[in-house]
């Protein structure tokens, strides 16, 4: 696996509980509700997703095919 791979791995826990921090805060100073704005976390979740899938198979794509024997 590749380091990038890796680090979008290891910033997806962080980076959901700082939007969980910033969903309940907007909660409490503004008119938004976190029953209104939770999806942005399932949102976020699938974009960090698709962000790590996209990186593994660029690691792959990069790879030599392995062929069969040169005639």
């Known amino acids: 696996m590749n380091r990038t791979y ?35 976390l399932v949102i976020l979740f699938g974009v960090l997703k698709l962000a790590e899938r996209a990186v593994l198979h660029a690691g792959h794509d990069s790879a030599p095919q392995g062929g069969g024997p040169a005639l």
Request: no cysteine; proline share 6%; hydrophobic share 65%.
């Open 6 to 40: 890796m680090l979008v791995r290891a910033i997806r826990g962080p980076l959901l509980l700082i939007a969980l921090g910033a969903l309940l805060l907007m909660q409490r100073f503004t008119y938004f509700s976190f029953a209104q704005s939770w999806p942005i």
